[in-house]
């Protein structure tokens, strides 16, 4: 490989809230570990690599001109993200008045939402679900309807259609956040269970927030579809969500875009934006973009891509064969597992509870899924160097699951 996925990065002290958080942030964040065992960062979903180069020199560019004040985007800005849609997600058609700024993903999921509903209103959101969406549904009034998704015989998340409809139906629903690809689970839905999804909500007048900020994490094989992309009925229903921060692991610089194709709920959600009067571009998350979506970043993305399916799949088969009453699906996209821990901790006598907090004791610094809405669940970040990894599963085998 061309990058480096291998390195050990010192984080601790250098404010990387995966290390520097630990029992900070009480029933979120996990505990520090008991003396003798270093951190593994397995929580937050943010990575454990070097950043690409290219976004270091770009930013550094930039930092050598004396002089910080007011700006607009540049047509570069724009060009780079009409370039990396195209080249990822084979979006044609895209162009700068299309694309919006956003502080971040999830002040862009209730800019639209404030749009599309009235507070107090409910929101089909699918179970396990990601925990911002939580938060900031909540803390902005509306009321979160959940339709699970289940597992199949092959142990594949599914979304529900008569679920999905009845949930519709029974609550008086129009509008829905959809994860794509899903977090936690990992899925990437197929073109039929978008299409199916998307037609439920046509059906029901549905309007459409979807979440698309995983979408170039994807295992090899598999390809992510632009949820706009299924018909022009989707394409004016959907107000699509995307950042570099996840790819490149730029969360610190605060940057993401909306994509909304329907001039008129453009300017709506552009509106609602504005109104907080602090959601504007920093001038060095510009040129972060700018630097991350050119043709190095295309070929970091792919190796990156390449690794974390490594990392997963040697994870997912040491599960298999040295953790008994431990599973996870295979995940599609992301670089997160989803263990269910039921059958361990029914035959162990163990809650979720204990068996987290036995991780911790022992530096696998992962998540608690109950947050998730998953309740015998953990999700764990995989995007750290592979014999890290391994650490830390030999750690549980050892230590945690041998009980």
């Given amino acids: 490989m061309k990058y480096d996925f291998t390195t050990i990065l010192h984080r601790q002290g250098q404010d990387a809230v995966a290390l520097d958080g630990l029992?900070?942030?009480p029933g979120f964040s996990p505990e520090p570990p008991k003396e003798g065992f270093d951190v593994i960062p397995m929580w937050i979903a943010d990575m454990n690599f070097p950043v690409l180069p290219a976004i270091q020199e770009a930013i550094l560019r930039r930092v050598q001109h004396p002089a910080f004040g007011y700006f607009d985007p540049s047509g570069a800005y724009y060009d780079a993200i009409v370039g990396w849609q195209q080249t990822r997600n084979g979006v044609t058609g895209l162009t700068a008045e299309h694309i919006g700024y956003?502080?971040?993903v999830?002040?862009?999921?209730?800019?639209?939402?404030?749009?599309f509903c009235s507070r107090g209103d409910q929101v089909l959101v699918h179970s396990p679900t990601y925990i911002g969406f939580t938060r900031s549904l909540q803390n902005n009034g509306y009321h979160i309807v959940h339709s699970p998704l289940i597992r199949d015989e092959k142990g594949i998340w599914r979304m529900d259609p008569a679920d999905m409809e009845r949930k519709l139906v029974e609550n008086n629903i129009h509008a829905a956040v959809f994860c794509s690809p899903h977090n936690p689970t990992g899925r990437v839905w197929e073109r039929w269970e978008a299409e199916m999804a998307m037609e439920l909500f046509r059906k029901h007048d549905v309007m459409v927030v979807s979440d698309e900020i995983w979408s170039d994490i994807i295992r090899p094989g598999c390809k992510h579809l632009p949820l706009q992309s299924i018909s022009e009925d989707a394409r004016n229903r959907t107000v699509a969500l995307y950042a570099p921060s996840k790819t490149f692991n730029l969360a610190g610089l605060v940057g993401s875009y909306h994509i909304i194709y329907n001039k008129t709920l453009r300017e709506r959600v552009a509106k609602e934006a504005s109104l907080c009067h602090y959601n504007e571009m920093n001038v060095l998350s510009m040129h972060a973009l700018i630097?991350?979506?050119g043709p190095e970043g295309q070929l970091w993305?792919?190796?990156?891509c390449e690794t974390i399916a490594g990392n997963l799949d040697w994870?997912?088969?040491f599960m298999g064969e040295r953790l008994e009453g431990v599973s996870a699906m295979r995940p599609e996209g992301t670089y997160m597992l989803f263990l269910d821990c039921s059958r361990w901790c029914q035959r162990h006598g163990k809650t979720i509870g204990e068996l987290l907090k036995a991780g911790w004791d022992v530096g696998v610094a992962w998540q608690d899924?109950?947050?998730?809405?998953g309740p015998c669940h953990i999700r764990m970040n995989l995007a750290l160097p592979l014999f890290r990894v391994q650490e830390a599963f030999h750690r549980l085998e050892r230590y945690v699951f041998a009980g």
């Fill in 301 to 304: 993305a792919d190796e990156l």
């Fill in 315 to 317: 994870a997912c088969s």
């Fill in 106 to 115: 999830l002040g862009g999921v209730i800019s639209a939402l404030n749009v």
């Fill in 369 to 373: 899924g109950r947050m998730f809405h």
């Fill in 291 to 293: 630097g991350a979506y």
């Fill in 102 to 104: 956003e502080n971040g």
């Fill in 23 to 25: 029992g900070t942030r």
